[in-house]
C-alpha cells in the first residue's frame, strides 16, 4: 500500500503540480478543494494518511483555525501549510498548535518533498508497531526482546536510570504467550531493607519470627509461572546473592522457618544501572549469580542518544495527559527543539516529569515557551547546570530540592554509587535515599 497523503488546496495548478510530484514519489495523494471536503475525510478517519499538505486560506474558511481544534490524534500527523502573502501569522499560530511546518509561497517543492519524506518514511513505518521506540537503536532493543521472550531464559537489561528498564522488562513478560501465564512480580532489590529482604524475597511460616502471625508468601513464590522482575540487583547484598543463586539454580527455595522448600518456576528479568562487571571485580558481586541472570543481555541507551524517540514519546505522553485533561494538548516547534536539545540526565523519567509539569502550567492547552530550569523539581537543564548558581532567587521548594540534590550527590560520590553506603552516611533507609534519588533525577 503506498503511503496516503491528504493535500487541501484550492488552486487548480497548485493542486495538480503537487499531485504530479507527489505521485512520482510513490505517494497517493487524496486532494480536497474546500475545507468542508477535508474536514468531512477527517470525520471519517484519515485510513492510511500519513501527512498532510495544506493551504491556510480557503474558499470556505481559514484551514489553520480549524487545524487548531482538530483532536491531538489528528494533529499528531505532519502537517505542513502553505502560505501566501498576509496568511503568515495564521501559520505561525498553526505550527504553535503542533503543526510540522509552514511555507511561503512561492516555495521550493523540492524541500516539501524531502520534509515529507523525512516525516513519513521512517518514523511512521516504525511507529506502528513501536512500543519501546522509533529510534534505530530502541527498534534493535524491540527486536532482541521479541527474539528472548519466547524463550525462558534470565535476561539482564542495563542502562541508567529511567531509560525504560521496567517497561522493557513488562514487555517481555507481555509477549509470553502461555496460557498459564503467571504474575509480573516487581521487587526494587534497593528499597527493601536488608534485614527483610530474604523474608520478602522467598516468604515465611507463621510463627517463624515474632509478628510472623501468618504465612506469608514470597516475591519468588508469586512469580510462579509468570515474570520475577528484579530491579537494581547490584543493591543486593553478597549473602542474599548467594541464595538468590541457589533458588535459580534449584528452581526451590525455603521460607523462612520452613522445613520443606517450595517450588516456583519463573522467569527472571534482572536489571541494573551500575556496572557489574565492575563490581564483580571488587568482589561485590558474584559472578557466578551475574552469569545466570545475564543469559541474554540488553543494554537500553540512554535517551539523549536517541533524540528520535524524544518526539514519539512526547507525543505518546500528550496523548495520554490529554486523554486525561478531555481536551487536546498542542505543543510548538519551538517547544520541541528545545526538548530535542535538553540532556535528560533522568531520561524517560525526567521527560514524563517534565512534560507533566508544562501541561500543568500551560495556558490553554498549548505548550509554547520552555519551563524555567527552577520549575523543574530535577532541575536539569540542558548543562546540567547547578539551579542554585548564579543571582536567581528560586521558590522555596526548587531551592530544598537542588540543595539536597547536591548533598546526596556528594554522599554517592563519597560512597562509590553505593546505596546501602550512602543511606546509612546520610542517616536515612534504603527506600528513603532511594525515593529521593528518582524523584531528584539522580543516578548511582
Ligand atoms: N518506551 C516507553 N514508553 C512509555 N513510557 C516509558 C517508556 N520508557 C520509559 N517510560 C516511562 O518512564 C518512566 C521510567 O521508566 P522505567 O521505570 O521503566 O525506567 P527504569 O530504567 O526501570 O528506571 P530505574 O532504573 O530508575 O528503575 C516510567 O514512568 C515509564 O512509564
Known sequence: MPPRLLLIEDDLIMGESLVQRFELEAFEVVWYRTLAAAQAAVREGLPGVRAV????RLPDGLATEWFAALPARVRALPWFFLTGYGSVDAAVQAVR??????????????RLVQLVHEAVDAPAAAAEAAVLGISPAMRHVERMIRKVAPQKV??????????????????????DERPDKGEFVAVNCAAIPENLLESECFGYEKGAFTGAQRTHRGYLERADHGTLFLDEVGELPLPMQAKLL???????????????????????????????????????????????????????????????????LTQRFLEEFAAEQGHPIAVSESFMRDLLARHWGGNV????????????LSEAGILDEPLPASAMHAGTDRDGADATAGDEILPLHAMVAETERAHIRRALAH??????????????????????????????
Open 415 to 444: 560512597c562509590q554509587g553505593s546505596i546501602g553506603k550512602t543511606a546509612e552516611l546520610l542517616g536515612i533507609s534504603r527506600k528513603t535515599l532511594w525515593e529521593k534519588m528518582k524523584r531528584l533525577a539522580l543516578e548511582a
Open 97 to 110: 498548535a503542533g503543526a510540522r511546518e509552514f511555507m511561503t509561497k512561492p516555495f521550493d517543492v523540492e
Open 154 to 175: 534470565s535476561v539482564l537489561l542495563d542502562g541508567e536510570s529511567g531509560v525504560g528498564k521496567e517497561v522493557a522488562a513488562k514487555l517481555i513478560h507481555a509477549l
Open 53 to 56: 499538505i495544506s493551504d491556510v
Open 246 to 312: 541457589r533458588a535459580l539454580q534449584e528452581r526451590a527455595f525455603f521460607r523462612v522457618g520452613a522445613e520443606r522448600a517450595t517450588h516456583s518456576q519463573f522467569r527472571i528479568v534482572a536489571a541494573t544501572n551500575r556496572d557489574l562487571q565492575a563490581e564483580m571485580r571488587a568482589g561485590t558481586f558474584r559472578e557466578d549469580l551475574f552469569y545466570r541472570l545475564a543469559v541474554f543481555r540488553i543494554t537500553l541507551p540512554p535517551l539523549r542518544e536517541r533524540p528520535e524517540d524524544i518526539r514519539w
Open 349 to 360: 523519567r525526567e521527560l514524563r516529569a517534565y512534560l507533566e509539569q508544562a501541561v500543568i
